[in-house]
């Protein structure tokens, strides 16, 4: 596609319910990353994807959030039981090569838990 | 629409002003600085790059300057419009090896009056 797409756009959660996001990268971009980012704040670094492979999750606030890549295309972000303060805009950006140059985000999903 | 404005430093400037956006980095290390426009809603939009071993570079109505002396970076926007008031960050990161995750600073909130 012409650019990152993120699905869905908004989601609304009750508290303990297991979510997935979708990210689909720039066709060939061999790099994905996710952000968080809490409103007023800017992007956190959560985890990075070089094709399938993942090779930082530093950034993972908790072993409730899983990322994976399994064809080095599309990602999903999961978050198991979620609580309120995962509420965020999660931003997903891809690079079409190893180097951070080239960043493209997506518009994000909006994740509310209630 | 949402707003990525609250909470962040707000700058005000006259349509057909220039503004300056300040920025302070705290990684001596980082080589490598990005700043982003953010819009209500969507994700971040590369605006301009500059690399450590640089003091200034120059783009369309933009100009980043680096002082690593005391990591500060600033961008300046001739001739402000109203499609420029949005959300600006600068990013960082030590490009040295791969890709890293980029760290964002706070914000600033731009607003254009007419």
């Known amino acids: 596609g012409a650019g990152v797409s993120q699905s869905p756009r908004y989601k609304v959660a009750k508290r303990g319910q297991d979510v997935a996001l979708r990210c689909d990268p720039i066709s060939g971009h061999v790099s994905l990353f996710w952000y968080q980012q809490a409103l007023g704040q800017g992007p956190e670094f959560l985890t990075y994807?070089?094709?399938?492979?993942?090779?930082?999750k530093s950034g993972l606030p908790s072993d409730r959030f899983f990322a994976e890549r399994p064809e080095g295309s599309v990602s999903t972000l999961k978050i198991q039981r979620t609580q309120q303060e995962d509420s965020a805009v999660y931003l997903c950006?891809?690079?079409?090569?190893?180097?951070?140059?080239?960043?493209?985000f997506g518009s994000g999903t909006r994740l509310t838990v209630v | 629409g949402e707003s990525v404005g609250l909470h962040l430093p707000t700058l005000s400037v006259q349509e057909g002003d220039n503004s300056i956006i300040n920025c302070a980095y705290s990684n001596s290390a980082s080589d490598y600085f990005i700043w982003y426009k953010q819009e209500s809603g969507k994700g971040p939009q590369f605006i301009i790059d500059?690399?450590?071993?640089?003091d200034k570079r120059q783009g369309q109505r933009v100009t980043v300057l680096l002082n690593k002396t005391v990591k500060h970076l600033s961008l300046q926007i001739a001739a402000t419009q109203p499609g420029d008031s949005a959300v600006y960050f600068c990013?960082?990161?030590?490009?040295?090896?791969?890709?890293?995750?980029?760290?964002f600073g706070k914000g600033t909130h731009l607003i254009i009056q007419p």
């Open positions: 500059i690399r450590s071993n640089m």
């Open positions: 950006a891809s690079s079409p090569d190893s180097l951070v140059y080239g960043y493209t």
């Open positions: 994807f070089q094709n399938e492979a993942q090779l930082d």
């Open positions: 990013a960082e990161t030590n490009s040295g090896g791969g890709a890293d995750g980029l760290t």
